[in-house]
């Protein structure tokens, strides 16, 4: 994510989420992710359009999941 936040900074808006917080678990909880290391990709309208557990994600996927959400 780190890499991709320059290139999309003016179209996206990147939040990081930390479990260990009261409104870090009410957001996990409302975007129904199990627990950490999750990724959630809203669109203009503030819908899910993609969602990631764990580390098997890739730049890429991650990426293409952006440019799809941004148009």
Do not use: C, K, N
């Not at 479990?19 to 990724?39: C, I, Q, S, V």
Request: net charge neutral; glycine share 8%.
């Amino acid at each position: 994510m780190q890499a991709l936040q320059p290139r999309y900074a003016e179209d996206v808006a990147f939040f990081e989420v930390r479990a260990d917080t009261r409104e870090g678990r009410a957001l996990l909880a409302r975007f129904g992710m199990p627990g950490t290391h999750g990724l959630v990709i809203l669109d203009r309208a503030g819908r899910v359009v993609w969602r990631s557990f764990g580390h098997d994600t890739t730049p890429e996927q991650v990426e293409a999941m952006l440019q799809q959400a941004i148009r």
